[in-house]
């Protein structure tokens, strides 16, 4: 069975300092999917990232970066030089190759304090 | 592109009454999913389609709660009769099922929050 483990719950930081969310999977299968959206106050869920598990390059997005490592199962996120906006729920997920039922984890309340 | 349109936004409803919650896929989605967000257990999925045919049904929670999808367009989730438990918030989200790039992203609506009293 699919799982997915955000083990922190909430997390507070200060404007500008960087913040990591830790996402670790569990898949008995080779090919999926890892995902993260962002759920802002607004209620909304958005899209943020998908990495298929054939490329584990890291990749950046403004101050958005995700760190992909197979071997320890792990899709982590780091948001350098946070700001308000970037207070929100995190949400890591995964799926399967050719279906998009998403498997999510509890989620990472982001709270920015100005 | 309009998005996925969910509908009702918010409702509030007394416990026993029937509650529909209506959603309009992305055009050209094949599959189209229901998930319930709760503060205790989080995003579950309820049940998915695709095609429009039912496939993973194991998440709806009670025979109170059913879902249709008549057509490409349109699905319904139905509870019948609500109960407070039932208050959450009710997503959907559709998606292009098969292999290639697009596989596995899920585009989601704004949510219908349901309050059952």
């Known amino acids: 069975a699919q799982k997915v483990t955000q083990a922190q719950t909430e997390i507070s930081v200060v404007e500008k300092e960087d913040v990591t969310l830790d996402c670790v999977y569990e898949t008995r299968d080779t090919t999926y999917y890892l995902f993260w959206y962002k759920q802002p106050p607004s209620g909304e869920l958005v899209f943020l990232i998908r990495?298929?598990?054939?490329?584990?390059q890291n990749e950046i997005s403004g101050r958005y970066s995700w760190n992909f490592q197979k071997s320890t199962s792990s899709f982590n996120f780091t948001i350098t030089a946070s700001q308000v906006v970037d207070s929100a729920v995190y949400f890591c997920?995964?799926?399967?190759?050719?279906?998009?039922?998403?498997?999510f984890g509890k989620g990472n309340q982001v709270v920015v304090i100005p | 592109d309009a998005g996925v349109i969910q509908s009702p936004r918010h409702e509030v409803t007394e416990m026993g009454q029937e509650v529909t919650l209506r959603c309009k896929p992305i055009s050209g989605h094949n599959s189209l999913f229901w998930y319930r967000q709760t503060m205790m257990r989080g995003l579950e999925l309820l049940i998915y389609f695709n095609n429009n045919v039912p496939i993973d049904d194991s998440g709806m929670p009670e025979d109170r709660f059913s879902a249709k999808m008549p057509n490409a367009s349109f699905s319904t989730l139905k509870i019948q009769p609500s109960e407070p438990r039932d208050s959450a918030v009710y997503f959907c989200?559709?998606?292009?099922?098969?292999?290639?790039?697009?596989?596995?992203?899920?585009?989601f609506g704004e949510g219908s929050r349901l309050t059952v009293l």
């Open positions: 990495r298929n598990s054939f490329d584990e």
């Open positions: 989200a559709t998606g292009h099922e098969g292999t290639g790039e697009n596989t596995g992203e899920l585009f």
């Open positions: 997920a995964l799926s399967d190759e050719g279906n998009n039922r998403l498997a």
